[in-house]
């Protein structure tokens, strides 16, 4: 057997166990290119089935046998362990890209046994800056996180998590209409549930190398477990109680404390569509765009109008939902909708990619194309669309295209995603703002909170600098404070030879549509102290930077038509992935562009584009992203804001950059937190034995996800 495999049979237990190649721990290797599962058959040696029986006790014989399943065990799993290490740095033989030799930050996946209060949390970027550090005094800072190992659960517990205002305090009724609880059911007997967080942070947790939990008002002194989180929404209870029984195998110490003032809702008896729209029957008075008067006789405040929102899931036929994933769909109704007064409504935009189907001619054919494609729970909250449809509502021609790199047509969802989207803003002309939601998106954290604080955030941002600052990535630990952002994106600006954007731009067209007349500035830039736009909703918040594409290499910057082929190509801006916030204003102006003028683009270019044509108010907003590789904060800064040639944009060539992170088209750091967030293993890491024998479940900050293309726990 030892020259049949190479080994040598003294050593074998040693090799088998302990064996490491350089750069084969957590800390150098790449997440990226990381060995699969392998499997093999592997047949056992000769020597084995040459026993001579007649000499042998039939004890002896078996412990032959068990003797011999264990060398073969053991020599087969050295084998898969050596052909694993060499096909896992068999990558290694390509050229590396420059941020796969910054060591891996692992803080992410410290758990729940390492909660500290917000006050004694020390990032893990700072943990290794002090420990690197020759300052004696930086050694006051705690080290890696201490942990008692004879008590597995937590150190502090869950409390009620509630970012909404006290709508029933005398100062939100002096300015707002009342706000009436909803119910899950009709008799109002099920309350509406609510989720748990820690109140700390795992010690030394990565910090997010982009964006600021500070200012966009979030809070970031409390962590979200998957049993706070989803627990409530079935989660963690058996079916038979109306839950998932999702967590049979999961480290759950301490979790079920939750239960303790949390009941557990049957929730195969839950219409969400109803329960909407009893919800917004019982406040629509919040929503009348007439001002009403207080009903209080010594107070003649009039009350304030509450924005509503549609929140726009755009599936489609065949589309698969996870467990996890209607988790997530129940804590958005629940989060946005319900628990706000009915500030919100879930919508699904269905499209039907048969477009043979007369779902439009028959009540019935549109019923049962809901029924065969949405779960129950979910039935009366969906809108179908096809691209037939879209071919009639926006008829060709739209000529004059630059070049098509996708090489569909025009009415193609690849190429339109807009168009129902459009569509259905006017069908539903009833709400301020529309979100863009795609299906491949997961939070972490409260839905109410992340979005309503965004859009909060969004309309305290002044005009002046806005495009540019869009443009850009937040990195606080270079940047500083927003203030301090601000003041750097404008002193580039004036170092530049570029002009700043101020009110709609002036190009040469051969036909545009008039901007509103409120959107051309009350006074010149240098005249405006970031006044103007302050309190003004934003038309379009977007979840990456806004950027110039005739500025890069996007492989998509091209793609438009109904422009005059004779004059250079129309100024325009992108923002990648189209989740985004759009206001019915805008949406208005994407229709008319669309339908009177034959303008058109690719969907990512659309919308930041009609904005940036019509000197609409546009924003991105710097929530919290997190890398997998800790960059040195110039090389993040050069790489991402201030690349050396266009060939080099994150946007275009340079996207292998935004592979280790967890917000991006391609990123692939999304997907391996969130399932280990949810108990799975990814890598041959993490999982229900890493987790009971080390730091316990994860536990982030609210986060948001993309992709997630799937939620197959390896457990």
């Excluded at 030892?2 to 084969?24: A, Q, V």
Aim: net charge neutral; charged share 25%.
């Amino acid at each position: 057997m030892s020259s049949r495999f190479g080994l040598k049979t003294p050593k074998m237990f040693i090799r088998t166990r302990y064996e490491k190649l350089p750069g084969g721990d957590s800390q150098s290797a790449s997440p990226l290119f990381r060995s699969g599962t392998w499997s093999k058959g592997y047949r056992s040696p000769m020597w084995a089935n040459r026993l001579q029986r007649p000499r042998m006790s039939f004890a002896r014989i078996i412990m032959l046998l068990v003797v011999s399943i264990l060398i073969v065990s053991m020599t087969v799993t050295g084998i898969v362990k050596q052909v694993r290490l060499k096909h896992h740095h068999k990558g290694d033989d390509r050229k590396l890209y420059h941020w796969e030799h910054y060591p891996r930050l692992r803080g992410l996946f410290n758990g729940v046994r390492t909660l500290v209060p917000h006050s004694d949390y020390v990032s893990e970027q700072n943990f290794v800056k002090y420990s690197q550090s020759a300052n004696p005094e930086d050694n006051i800072k705690q080290r890696w996180p201490v942990m008692d190992k004879e008590h597995k659960e937590p150190p502090m517990d869950p409390i009620r998590f509630s970012p909404y205002p006290k709508f029933d305090s005398k100062d939100y009724l002096k300015t707002h209409e009342e706000v009436h609880t909803c119910y899950l059911d009709e008799d109002e007997k099920v309350e509406l549930p609510d989720i748990y967080a820690y109140p700390g942070i795992p010690q030394n947790q990565t910090n997010p190398s982009f964006g600021s939990y500070e200012e966009l008002g979030l809070n970031d002194k409390v962590c979200f477990d998957r049993f706070g989180r989803f627990g409530p929404y079935g989660y963690s209870y058996p079916r038979e109680q109306g839950g998932f029984g999702l967590a049979d195998k999961s480290e759950k110490n301490g979790a079920d404390k939750i239960w303790s003032t949390e009941p557990k809702i049957d929730y195969t008896k839950v219409s969400w569509g109803k329960a909407q729209k009893r919800c917004y029957e019982k406040n629509k008075a919040r929503f009348l765009k007439n001002v009403t008067q207080s009903d209080s006789e010594e107070n003649h405040v009039q009350k304030k109008k509450v924005p509503r929102h549609a929140y726009i899931l755009r599936t489609w036929t065949g589309y698969k939902y996870s467990e996890q994933q209607i988790l997530t769909i129940r804590a958005m109704i629940n989060e946005l909708s319900l628990k706000s007064g009915g500030e919100y409504d879930v919508h699904f935009l269905l499209h039907v990619k048969d477009d043979s189907i007369p779902i439009w001619s028959s009540d019935e054919f549109y019923e049962k194309t809901i029924r065969d494609n949405l779960p129950e729970e979910f039935w009366g909250m969906a809108t179908l669309w096809s691209e037939q449809q879209m071919r009639l509502y926006y008829p060709e021609p739209f000529p004059n295209n630059v070049y098509n790199h996708a090489k569909a047509p025009v009415h193609s969802v690849y190429r339109s995603a807009h168009f129902p989207l459009q569509w259905f803003s006017q069908v539903h002309p009833e709400y301020d703002f529309y979100w863009n939601w795609e299906m491949d998106l997961r939070l972490t954290g409260h839905y109410w909170e992340f979005n309503t604080k965004i859009g909060d955030w969004a309309r305290r941002q002044p005009r002046k600098g806005m495009w540019e600052r869009a443009s850009r990535y937040y990195i606080p630990e270079l940047h500083g404070s927003w203030k301090n952002f601000t003041d750097m994106v404008e002193e580039e600006m004036y170092n530049s030879d570029e002009k700043p954007v101020w009110g709609p731009p002036k190009f040469e067209n051969t036909g545009m549509l008039e901007s509103p007349p409120e959107t051309e500035p009350p006074r010149t830039y240098l005249a405006d102290n970031y006044q103007w736009g302050i309190g003004e909703d934003a038309d379009l918040i977007t979840f990456n930077p806004i950027f110039d594409p005739a500025k890069t290499n996007w492989v998509f910057r091209d793609d438009v038509s109904g422009y005059d082929l004779e004059l250079p190509e129309p100024p325009r801006r992108c923002a990648i992935i189209t989740v985004s916030r759009l206001s019915k204003r805008l949406l208005d102006l994407m229709h008319r562009e669309t339908y009177l003028m034959r303008h058109h683009m690719f969907p990512e270019m659309w919308p930041p584009t009609v904005a940036f044509h019509h000197g609409l108010k546009a924003v991105y907003a710097p929530h919290a992203v997190y890398f997998d590789h800790n960059w040195p904060l110039e090389s993040l800064d050069g790489t991402y804001n201030h690349p050396p040639k266009p060939t080099d944009s994150v946007f275009g060539w340079g996207e292998h950059n935004q592979l280790g992170n967890s917000f991006y088209y391609n990123a692939g750091f999304s997907s391996e937190l969130w399932r280990r967030w949810l108990g799975g293993r990814e890598y041959d890491q993490g999982g229900p034995i890493e987790e009971e024998n080390g730091t316990g479940r994860l536990c982030l900050r609210p986060t948001l996800f993309h992709p997630v293309k799937h939620e197959n726990l390896n457990i």
